[in-house]
Every structure is written in structure tokens, then in C-alpha cells.
């Protein structure tokens, strides 16, 4: 059945489905979607999000991770710095939540805070988070707050003048596992001056897939992956969620419990009943894989592993 006149559908997702196609597995037809910047068009979509990181089984095994591996370590952090007055670029910021935990701990130093996200939701959030604890100098509104991570470079330029001359690049919420890794790494190393240093926080690969879907099959993570879908005229009726840990990376899909045709811009798409669409993933690496990355881009590393292993932060300095 096409979708009737008026319907909306997404422009941008729907030329995605339509550039990437299917692959096959077996008899099953696999359209993978999976691109962060589909994530978060909408304010319900980037709420959805934060939504997700406050879920218990979530929060305690991502979230939380994260938020002890930053307070445990944030001595070491400081010592890298010293007093001199910084900029923090905080790529994919959220809603400032963790970068305001860091702030904290930089007593006594100046700090411009510049959040960064392709969500303006995110991006205001932010603002506003960390205006409210008033633990900053200054921060950073303007054009390039709302960009994808192309435009750092053009970014840390800006940056990097007057007295705030060094940068503490955060990459924190597992960002780094959306991402081809090297692509990003390259991009923010590119973006980086001598001295420079970038925080990392993402999942490792700890060999329990059953403990690391158990924190993804969730309600909240299905309201926050079907988006996309729901965006291309579908019905959650229609739609069968699921979540499976394979290739070393969590993939949540759905899979078409009815055919269904969508016809946009002159083109149509239709769908078979157990079509599967991979709307998100996020890559997890092993612990020696992981250094082995941070290792191949810069020239002091440190990473610290959560305790169960299922999480690290590495600091990585230019």
C-alpha cells in the first residue's frame, strides 16, 4: 500500500534508504539505515535519547561506567593541563550532563566551553546546563555549535586564541562507536595542535553479548531507535524491535511484520513482510584493539577499563 497524499515522509532518511538499498542474508532482505545523523532530527527524537541514558539497566551499564571512570580520573586529567586557561570542545554533547562533571573538577582554571552536536535540542540543553552551574568563563554560541563532525577543524581555529590556547577535545557516550573509527580519529587528530588533548569514553567488546543487549533491549531504546521509521510513514503495529550483538557491534532493527510500499519524490520502496531495518548500531572493541586505535593517532595514551571491563576512557594528548 503507498503512502497516502500529504503523508510526511523524511527527506533525508528517505534518500538514505534509497542510496543504500538492501543486502541479503540468506532470504532475508537487510536495509541498514544506520547513520547517527538520523538520530536526532527531532526534538522527541534527541529527548528519547537522554530519556535512554537515565533507564536503569542503561544508566548502570553505560551511563554510569562512564560518569565513575571520569570522577576517578579526573586528577589525572587535571595534571595534564595544569592552571592555564583551556577551551573544552565537547563533540556530540548531549545535553552537557558529563562535560559539566569535568568542569567541576577544574577549580581554579579558565575554561571556554564550546558543546557541539548535530541536534540544536542538544546544543541548547547544553547552554544551559552549564550557564547554570556557572562554573565557566565563557560559553561558546554560535553557527558551528549545530554542525556534524566535519567542522571541527574550522572550529578549534576559531578557538584558539587570545589567552585560551590549549584544547581538551570530549568525545564521551560511547560517540566514538557511531562512528567509522578512523575517519574520526583522523578528523579530530587533524583538528589538534601539540599539547591537545582528547578524552574518550566508549564500550568495549567484553566477550557477555548477553549482558551488553540486556542494556540495549529496553522500551526506552526501542522509542529511541524506531524514529527513523516512524519518519518513513510506518506504524509501530507494523514493526517487530530487536536487538542482537554481532560483528562486535550492537545492532538494533526492526523487521516488517506487513508489506508495506512508501512512495516519495517520484520513488517507491516497498518493504516484504520479514524485511529487516537496521535503523542504529554502535561499535564495541576489545580492549587491545581499542589502545591499539588510540595508539596508531597519538603519542601518549592512557585508558582506563571500568572494573568488569565492559567500558573504558582513554585520554589521548597530541
Not at 161 to 184: H, V
Not at 270 to 279: A, C, H, L, P, S
Request: proline share 3%; glycine share 6%.
Amino acid at each position: 500500500m503507498a503512502e497516502k497524499p500529504g503523508q510526511q515522509i523524511n527527506d533525508l532518511i528517505f534518500r538514505e534508504l534509497i542510496k543504500r538499498g538492501y543486502s541479503l542474508e540468506g532470504n532475508t532482505r537487510i536495509w541498514n539505515i544506520a547513520d547517527s545523523k538520523l538520530w536526532y532530527l527531532t526534538p522527541d527524537q534527541a529527548q528519547s535519547y537522554l530519556d535512554l541514558e537515565d533507564e536503569e539497566e542503561y544508566k548502570k551499564t553505560v551511563t554510569q561506567q562512564e560518569i565513575d571512570l571520569i570522577n576517578n580520573n579526573a586528577k589525572e586529567i587535571l595534571d595534564k593541563f595544569g592552571d592555564e586557561p583551556i577551551n573544552i570542545i565537547d563533540i556530540g554533547c548531549g545535553d552537557g550532563r558529563k562535560a559539566s562533571m569535568l568542569i567541576e573538577k577544574f577549580k581554579g582554571t579558565k575554561i571556554r566551553y564550546c558543546p557541539i552536536d548535530i541536534s540544536s535540542y542538544m546544543v541548547n540543553k547544553a547552554i544551559e546546563r552549564v550557564k547554570e552551574a556557572n562554573t565557566v568563563d565563557e560559553v561558546v554560541e554560535f553557527q558551528w555549535n549545530i554542525s556534524d563532525f566535519e567542522n571541527i577543524s574550522n572550529i578549534s581555529t576559531l578557538l584558539r586564541q587570545g589567552k585560551y590556547k590549549k584544547t581538551i577535545f570530549l568525545l564521551l557516550g560511547n560517540t566514538l562507536g557511531n562512528f567509522e573509527i578512523n575517519e574520526l580519529l583522523y578528523e579530530i587528530r587533524s583538528s589538534m595542535k601539540g599539547g591537545d588533548l582528547l578524552l574518550i569514553g566508549n564500550g568495549l567488546d567484553h566477550r557477555k553479548p548477553k549482558e551488553i543487549i540486556k542494556s540495549y533491549n529496553s522500551e526506552y531504546f526501542n522509542r529511541f531507535s524506531i524514529h527513523p521509521l516512524l519518519q518513513l510513514g510506518m506504524k509501530k503495529e507494523d514493526l517487530e524491535f530487536g536487538v542482537r550483538f554481532k560483528n562486535s557491534r550492537i545492532e538494533s532493527f526492526y523487521t516488517i511484520k506487513k508489506p508495506k510500499e512508501i512512495s516519495f519524490l517520484g520513488r517507491s520502496v516497498k518493504f516484504e513482510t520479514g524485511d529487516q531495518v537496521i535503523v542504529i548500531v554502535s561499535y564495541k572493541y576489545n580492549k587491545e584493539d581499542f589502545v591499539s586505535f588510540m595508539n596508531l593517532y597519538f603519542d601518549d595514551v592512557i585508558v582506563k577499563p571500568s572494573e568488569d571491563g565492559s567500558y573504558a576512557l582513554a585520554l589521548c594528548k597530541k
